[in-house]
Protein backbone atom coordinates (compact mmCIF):
# COMPACT_ATOMS: atom_id res chain seq x y z
CA UNK A 1 0.00 0.00 0.00
CA UNK A 2 1.19 3.57 -0.50
CA UNK A 3 -0.12 6.46 0.66
CA UNK A 4 0.89 10.14 -0.42
CA UNK A 5 -1.02 13.38 1.96
CA UNK A 6 -0.91 16.60 0.56
CA UNK A 7 -2.38 19.75 1.38
CA UNK A 8 -0.84 21.40 4.50
CA UNK A 9 0.37 24.73 5.03
CA UNK A 10 -0.14 28.12 7.22
CA UNK A 11 -3.67 29.29 8.12
CA UNK A 12 -5.16 31.58 10.25
CA UNK A 13 -7.70 30.46 13.21
CA UNK A 14 -10.84 30.04 12.22
CA UNK A 15 -9.77 29.17 8.66
CA UNK A 16 -10.36 26.45 6.38
CA UNK A 17 -7.70 23.62 4.95
CA UNK A 18 -8.53 20.08 2.83
CA UNK A 19 -6.06 17.66 3.36
CA UNK A 20 -5.89 14.75 0.78
CA UNK A 21 -4.09 11.30 0.33
CA UNK A 22 -3.99 9.29 -2.51
CA UNK A 23 -4.26 5.89 -2.21
CA UNK A 24 -2.47 2.73 -4.31
CA UNK A 25 -2.20 -1.03 -3.44
CA UNK A 26 -4.80 -0.91 -1.16
CA UNK A 27 -5.20 -5.28 0.13
CA UNK A 28 -8.26 -7.14 1.65
CA UNK A 29 -6.76 -5.34 4.71
CA UNK A 30 -6.93 -2.14 4.37
CA UNK A 31 -10.99 -1.72 5.62
CA UNK A 32 -10.65 1.84 7.00
CA UNK A 33 -8.54 4.66 6.19
CA UNK A 34 -7.80 7.21 9.16
CA UNK A 35 -6.37 10.28 9.52
CA UNK A 36 -3.71 10.89 12.55
CA UNK A 37 -1.83 13.75 13.70
CA UNK A 38 1.31 14.46 16.19
CA UNK A 39 1.85 17.62 17.26
CA UNK A 40 5.71 18.39 18.58
CA UNK A 41 6.70 16.11 22.00
CA UNK A 42 3.15 14.63 21.84
CA UNK A 43 2.08 11.52 21.04
CA UNK A 44 -0.05 10.73 17.54
CA UNK A 45 -3.15 10.67 17.85
CA UNK A 46 -6.73 9.54 16.16
CA UNK A 47 -8.89 12.66 14.24
CA UNK A 48 -11.36 10.71 11.76
CA UNK A 49 -11.42 7.37 9.84
CA UNK A 50 -13.54 6.23 7.14
CA UNK A 51 -14.76 2.66 6.03
CA UNK A 52 -13.60 2.74 2.28
CA UNK A 53 -16.51 0.78 1.23
CA UNK A 54 -18.89 1.77 2.71
CA UNK A 55 -19.05 5.36 4.23
CA UNK A 56 -19.38 4.88 7.97
CA UNK A 57 -17.63 7.79 9.68
CA UNK A 58 -15.69 8.40 12.96
CA UNK A 59 -14.05 11.28 14.55
CA UNK A 60 -12.29 12.27 17.88
CA UNK A 61 -13.90 14.27 20.05
CA UNK A 62 -11.52 17.45 19.55
CA UNK A 63 -12.73 17.13 15.94
CA UNK A 64 -16.32 16.85 15.39
CA UNK A 65 -18.53 19.47 14.31
CA UNK A 66 -15.33 20.97 12.77
CA UNK A 67 -13.53 18.21 10.45
CA UNK A 68 -15.10 16.04 7.97
CA UNK A 69 -13.81 12.75 6.55
CA UNK A 70 -14.70 11.70 3.01
CA UNK A 71 -13.48 9.00 0.00
CA UNK A 72 -13.50 9.57 -3.72
CA UNK A 73 -13.20 5.65 -4.87
CA UNK A 74 -12.95 6.58 -8.68
CA UNK A 75 -9.68 8.51 -7.99
CA UNK A 76 -8.68 6.57 -4.78
CA UNK A 77 -8.88 9.42 -2.68
CA UNK A 78 -9.46 10.10 0.83
CA UNK A 79 -9.85 14.19 2.34
CA UNK A 80 -10.15 15.74 5.55
CA UNK A 81 -12.26 18.83 5.39
CA UNK A 82 -10.88 21.05 8.29
CA UNK A 83 -12.94 24.16 8.96
CA UNK A 84 -13.00 26.59 11.96
CA UNK A 85 -9.18 25.65 12.71
CA UNK A 86 -7.36 26.44 16.03
CA UNK A 87 -3.84 26.59 16.80
CA UNK A 88 -4.10 23.50 19.32
CA UNK A 89 -5.11 21.59 15.43
CA UNK A 90 -0.73 22.83 14.39
CA UNK A 91 0.41 19.17 14.03
CA UNK A 92 1.85 16.75 11.09
CA UNK A 93 -1.29 15.37 9.64
CA UNK A 94 -0.91 11.37 8.67
CA UNK A 95 -3.26 9.32 6.71
CA UNK A 96 -3.15 5.53 7.87
CA UNK A 97 -4.96 2.66 6.67
CA UNK A 98 -6.22 -0.11 9.34
CA UNK A 99 -8.31 -3.38 8.89
CA UNK A 100 -10.90 -2.09 10.91
CA UNK A 101 -12.53 0.98 12.82
CA UNK A 102 -9.35 1.82 15.36
CA UNK A 103 -9.17 5.22 17.56
CA UNK A 104 -5.29 4.84 18.49
CA UNK A 105 -2.01 4.19 16.45
CA UNK A 106 -1.30 0.80 17.63
CA UNK A 107 -4.18 -0.35 14.83
CA UNK A 108 -2.71 1.26 11.94
CA UNK A 109 -0.75 -0.96 9.46
CA UNK A 110 0.06 1.27 6.64
CA UNK A 111 1.34 4.89 6.99
CA UNK A 112 1.82 7.75 4.49
CA UNK A 113 4.33 10.22 5.03
CA UNK A 114 3.04 13.58 6.97
CA UNK A 115 1.49 16.69 5.94
CA UNK A 116 2.29 19.63 7.85
CA UNK A 117 -0.44 21.93 9.37
CA UNK A 118 -0.11 25.54 11.00
CA UNK A 119 -2.54 27.61 12.42
CA UNK A 120 -1.34 30.71 13.59
CA UNK A 121 -3.56 32.29 16.40
Known amino acids: VQLQASGGGLVQAGGSLQLACLVS????????MNWFRQAPGKEREFVAGIKWREGRRSYADSVKGRFSISRDSAVNTVYLQMNSLKPEDTAVYFCATSPGAISNAAGAISWGQGTLVTVSS
Open 25 to 32: GLTTSDNF
